[in-house]
């Protein structure tokens, strides 16, 4: 059944373009898309490609590479109504065992309130700037603990999302009422989609919120300094999550405690999360700083594994990334910082970053990125070190 939705999914979309370039009277070249206009009416069509190469070289044990498609990701995205549009995006990169592709933005949007935007469908949850900034727009090949979806930021959940700004967009908010899921893993803290879940996987609603302050005008999410202009944001944002305990899989009902004693996938119950986070831009600089603070229970109250101690824990993640972009906007060297630390952990778990990245086309559009990161003790075992190479083509239509 689900090579039959791959294989329709890709009629699907040659179809769609297929009927675009015959049937449209305009057509207008976008930085990430090409977008077909007749009338109101509207179509945009686009996505990503990603090349990686990756090598791992552990302390202990024997090195490892691997070259594959990070992401290989379309979508369209359209309107047939005056202050309606629609989205849906796919991610054949993620084809995982039985899993041919991967659901990413799938919504309903209406924006006929001013400077409001309401969303119905599997959208971010507005926690994490890194998150939130696409991976087409990174520095770095890979993000950091801050923004990894493996480490306590949310993944696309499905629900009610909510935007806005005032003062000429140097305010933004935003808020997000979801269904979310967690992998119940107790070595992370493992957000993922309803919409792709595993059978294992923990349910739960979300509630999140978040409030960007741009004092020298709108700064978008994304990372490098194109522009040379004076920019900066200062960003708080927090949420919430409870397991409704439709789907426990490692606990024995009558006790609470676990069935699975000894293995590291064991029932998560709740989850509160907390960000800070700034911006900064400025002559070809480029900084983004970002700390997250988790408190997460087990539902077993009692159980000391991987990150967790007696049932829970605080996971701290921090951050800090930066580049200099040189005057001719083709070449931008890059680095980075980040930490990891939880209850379970005997030491902090770091890694170092260095890198370079190449822009054919002058902006993300066509890039080659290359970094090199350096870690110690990973997940938190004191001695764990090993040292990883990334390299990336990227190529966004």
């Known amino acids: 059944m689900k090579r039959e939705l791959f294989y329709a999914l890709n009629l699907m979309l040659c179809t769609a373009l297929a009927l675009c370039l015959v049937s449209v009277n305009a057509r207008e070249v976008r930085a990430g898309g090409v977008k077909y ?15 990686q190469y990756h090598k791992v070289d552990p302390d202990s044990g024997d090195s490892t590479d691997e070259m594959f498609f990070r992401r290989l990701r379309p979508y369209i995205e359209g309107s047939t109504h005056p202050d309606w549009m629609g989205k849906f995006q796919f991610d054949y990169g993620k084809a995982e ?3 041919e592709v991967a659901v990413k933005d799938a919504y309903l949007a209406y924006r006929g309130m001013a400077n409001m935007t309401v969303k119905v469908g599997n959208a971010l949850t507005p926690f994490s700037r890194e998150t939130l900034t696409s991976s087409k727009r990174q520095q770095l090949v890979e993000r950091t603990f801050v923004g990894d979806h493996n480490y306590g930021s949310p993944d696309r959940n499905l629900g009610a999302h909510f935007s806005g700004n005032a003062m000429k967009k140097k305010f933004g908010w935003a808020a997000t009422v979801a269904q979310a899921s967690i992998d119940p893993d107790t070595d992370k803290l493992d957000f993922d989609t309803p919409v792709n879940r595993n059978s294992d996987f923990n349910d739960g609603w979300i509630f999140g919120g978040r409030a960007d302050f741009h004092p020298f005008g709108y700064l978008k999410m994304a990372q490098g300094d194109f522009k040379k202009d004076l920019k900066a944001t200062f960003s708080l944002a927090a949420f919430t999550w409870s397991n409704d305990s439709d789907n426990n899989t490692y606990i024995d009902e009558t006790t609470g405690l676990t069935n ?13 999360g907390f960000e800070i986070s700034g911006a900064f831009r400025y002559m070809g600089i480029s900084v983004d700083a970002q700390y997250n603070m988790f408190d997460a229970e087990l539902v077993d109250e009692t159980l000391t594994s991987g990150i967790y101690e007696n049932g829970e824990t605080d996971l701290e993640n921090w951050a800090v990334e930066g580049g200099y972009m040189l005057p001719n906007n083709m070449v ?3 680095a980075g910082y980040q930490v990891q630390d939880a209850d379970g952990y005997a030491e902090k778990w770091t890694r170092t970053s260095v890198g370079a990245n190449y822009f054919f086309t002058r902006n993300h559009d066509i890039k080659l990125q290359a970094t090199y990161r350096m870690g110690e003790n990973k997940d938190g075992i004191d001695g764990e070190d090993e040292d990883e190479v990334f390299v990336q083509m990227q ?3």
């Open 37 to 51: 206009t007749e009338g109101d009416k509207w179509l945009e069509i686009g996505g990503r490609i990603q090349v």
């Open 97 to 99: 065992d039985g899993n």
């Open 260 to 272: 699975n004693p000894g293995d590291d996938q064991q029932d998560v119950d709740s989850v509160t």
């Open 332 to 334: 931008e060297f890059v």
């Open 395 to 397: 190529y966004v239509f």
